[in-house]
């Protein structure tokens, strides 16, 4: 348990959602919207439980896939008119009734903050554990002057005298809702069915994590800044010193579909950008390996034209790849391995950086310390092409 109270986080998401169609399992920079707020989290100390309460199959099964429980609403608190707090109400009663589980504290989570990180749920748990305060929310500062139309059409400032124009050093800090983060004592919130009672205590986040996604617009941006932030993240869990990359091929070069012809024959698409990534790597000399278990001779045929070492039909990989590793004088904790499927498990636990493709099996994403934006065969082994050049300072 995260710390000596019981704390469970609560993310309502419906699936009706008029501004964006299916907003909430909407894929930004390679995962669905809610599977950034079920990981931070789950990587969150002070969290005992995560619970996604949705009226919907598939944002259940996503939720689910990334580690979150589910407790199903009815469709009486679905509608669009129908508040959060009626949502976190009836997953308190759920669990109650059925478990006998009663919280101390409740943290409230909004899915469409993907900016929002473990660090700024974890502060404002914080907030109201250090304080003693009854009900905290993140907040960001605000600086900016607000206004109003009065009843005879004159503009009025709100948070400001209109007449006396101050400094920003001059005005008292004001702050903005972030929309995303609220904690609450169970009890208190159960007694007044509303996430602001008693005394309401802030935790700061810095402006840059304070984003909310309402419409179209909102999402591209959105798009824009976490690819941004994914992508650096993801170059700084990159080993130090890389040692060798290896690749699973089916579902990694290829989208993992096959084609049959009449014959019996078989072929498979391949993303020719992944071929021009890899011949860069080559350049710059990583030992660069394909580890198949396919038995299909299109795996050797497509790695002697990229001019790539491959081992295929191979059916303990793991052992394998210990001993190609081992013949080069390889650390394993040196190599990146880039897998999708759950024959790649093993090998994945051994080295120092496993990699997922984005629509990879959920055990593969589980023990992936990344997860790639691109799925096999749309340009995932380009993305981690350009991953490395950055991390060693070749790429743009």
Same mark, same amino acid.
């Given at each position: 348990m995260g710390s000596d109270k019981d704390i469970l986080a609560i993310i309502p998401a419906r699936g009706g959602s008029k501004g964006i169609p299916r907003k909430n399992i909407k894929h930004l920079a390679g995962k669905p919207l809610i599977a950034y707020t079920i990981e931070h989290a789950l990587k969150s100390e002070r969290i005992d439980r995560v619970v996604v309460s949705t009226d919907d199959p598939e944002i259940a099964s996503v939720s689910s896939s990334y580690g979150a429980e589910v407790v199903w609403r009815p469709e009486a608190i679905s509608g669009d008119m129908v508040s959060s707090e009626s949502a976190l109400l009836h997953v308190l009663e759920h669990l109650s009734q059925k478990e /006998?589980? &009663?919280? &101390?504290?409740? %943290?409230? $989570?909004?899915?469409?903050?993907?900016?929002?990180?473990?660090?700024?749920?974890? !502060?404002?748990?914080?907030?109201? $554990? =250090?304080?003693? +305060?009854?009900?905290? $929310? +993140?907040v960001t500062n605000f600086h900016y002057f607000l206004w109003q139309e009065d009843k005879n059409g004159d503009a009025t400032g709100i948070n400001h005298d209109k007449n006396i124009r101050l400094l920003r050093q001059q005005r008292s800090p004001q702050y903005l809702e972030a929309g995303a983060v609220y904690v609450m004592c169970c009890k208190g919130f159960k007694k007044n069915k509303h996430r602001f009672f008693g005394r309401t205590v802030m935790h700061v986040i810095p402006r840059e994590?304070?984003? =909310?996604?309402?419409d179209m617009v909102d999402f591209q941006i959105a798009q824009i800044l976490v690819s941004?932030? &994914?992508?650096? @993240?993801?170059?700084?869990?990159?080993?130090? #010193?890389?040692?060798?990359v290896v690749f699973d091929f089916d579902g990694v070069f290829t989208d993992n579909k096959v084609i049959v012809f009449e014959n019996g024959s078989e072929a498979v698409i391949c993303n020719r950008s992944d071929g021009l990534g890899l011949s860069l790597l080559k350049n710059i000399g990583f030992p660069l390996l394909v580890l198949s278990s396919e038995k299909n001779s299109v795996v050797q045929k497509r790695c002697n034209k990229l001019g790539i070492e491959c081992i295929n039909s191979a059916e303990d990989k793991v052992s394998i790849l210990l001993q190609w590793l081992n013949k080069h004088n390889i650390a394993p904790a040196t190599v990146v391995f880039i897998a999708n499927d759950i024959n790649d498990i093993e090998c994945m636990k051994v080295i120092g950086c496993p990699i997922a493709v984005s629509d990879a099996h959920?055990?593969?994403? /589980? #023990?992936?310390?990344?997860?790639? =934006?691109? /799925? !096999? !065969? &749309? !340009? +995932? #082994?380009? =993305? %981690?092409?350009?991953?490395? @050049?950055?991390k060693v300072g070749k790429g743009t």
């Open positions: /006998s589980y &009663e919280p &101390e504290l409740i %943290v409230f $989570l909004q899915c469409t903050a993907p900016l929002i990180n473990t660090q700024d749920i974890t !502060g404002t748990i914080n907030a109201i $554990l =250090e304080t003693g +305060a009854d009900t905290a $929310l +993140a994590r304070c984003f =909310e996604i309402d941004d932030r &994914e992508k650096h @993240l993801r170059i700084q869990k990159l080993p130090e #010193v890389i040692g060798a959920p055990s593969i994403r /589980s #023990v992936a310390q990344i997860v790639l =934006e691109m /799925s !096999g !065969g &749309e !340009g +995932a #082994v380009r =993305e %981690v092409v350009d991953l490395i @050049l950055k």
